[in-house]
């Protein structure tokens, strides 16, 4: 059986500049033009784009699928894993459209609440529909 961390720390990687951290962001990585965060169970992370360009959320992962991203107690028996609904729609809800946002890696109620689990994210960085329409009227 899988359990949470006591007292772990998670190693951090330097992110890409589109990507400022709180706490404990242990991965980013721009892949074809889309950025990924993976932040631990507890921590959290801003996401941003650069000037005149916002967040597009392509995929919101709250769980674990892995056991080798973000801690867990040594010596657990087999790969855990642990999947929680309904996180692409918050986190579209919350960053799509804006040129930053809060990700906290928490959620309030936890169906498997023995299993350290992790956020991943993926988006991209869009043009703003104001950019567009600023450069539009610039070319008028």
């Keep these: 059986m899988c359990k949470r961390p006591v007292n ?4 951090v990687l330097i992110p890409p500049v589109f990507l400022t951290f709180g706490t404990s962001l242990i991965k980013s990585s721009l ?3 889309f950025l990924t965060a993976v932040v631990c169970e507890g921590s959290s992370a801003v996401l941003h784009c650069p000037h005149d360009s ?3 959320i392509q995929s919101a992962f709250f769980g674990r699928k892995s ?3 973000c801690p867990h107690f040594e010596g657990s028996e087999g790969v855990c894993t642990c999947t929680v609904q309904g996180i692409l729609p918050r986190y579209r809800k919350v960053c799509d459209n804006r040129p930053f946002c809060f990700a906290y890696a928490h959620v309030e109620e936890d169906p498997c609440p023995t299993i350290s689990k992790y956020l991943e994210i993926v988006y991209s960085c869009d043009s703003s529909a104001s950019s567009r329409w600023s450069s539009i009227t610039r070319q008028a």
Excluded at 8 to 11: E, I, K, L
């Design 8 to 11: 772990s720390t998670p190693s």
């Design 54 to 56: 916002v967040i597009n």
């Design 67 to 69: 056991a080798d991203i």
């Design 31 to 33: 892949t074809a033009g």
